[in-house]
């Protein structure tokens, strides 16, 4: 009823891709999945809750100089719990330089800090689910 990895997996990789000035990136796959969740029935009234973290691993192409770059990264949500979804932040880590200048690997980290908005569409479909169990 809860879900499990498979079930997160299929949701966060719904979210598709993003294009952005310099490229287009894409949720990968989800590489880590842990926390908690409930449901319990209290006086014929169902109450559902729970607390996880992801880390979501990101690909994509950037303009880096002339040359498009294929680069990898990862998104890591610390905690995040039912009901506090408006909280919900990210960490964005690149999985190798690439040789990129600091520039370059800011500019394709902020790139990616702009999975939030879906990742916290999806996150509330989830929940609105576990509403209505």
């Avoid at 809750?49 to 770059?69: A, H, P, Q, S």
């Avoid at 999985?95 to 990742?119: A, T, V």
Wanted: aromatic share 8%.
């Amino acid at each position: 009823m809860l879900p499990d990895f498979l079930e997160w997996q299929e949701l966060l990789i719904s979210v598709g891709s993003l294009e952005y000035s310099g490229g287009r990136a894409e949720v990968a796959e989800v590489t880590r999945c842990s926390g908690d969740a409930f449901l319990v029935t209290v006086r014929n009234k169902k109450r559902v809750g729970y607390t996880y973290e992801l880390t979501i691993k990101v690909k994509g192409e950037w303009l880096v100089g002339d040359e498009k770059k294929v680069i990898k990264g990862h998104i890591d949500i610390p905690e995040f719990s039912f009901g506090e979804l408006d909280d919900l932040q990210i960490e964005v880590s690149l999985s190798e330089d690439k040789d990129l200048g600091q520039q370059d690997e800011h500019r394709i980290k902020q790139d990616m800090k702009q999975f939030l908005r879906p990742l916290r569409e999806k996150l509330l479909q989830f929940e609105q689910e576990l509403r209505e169990l």
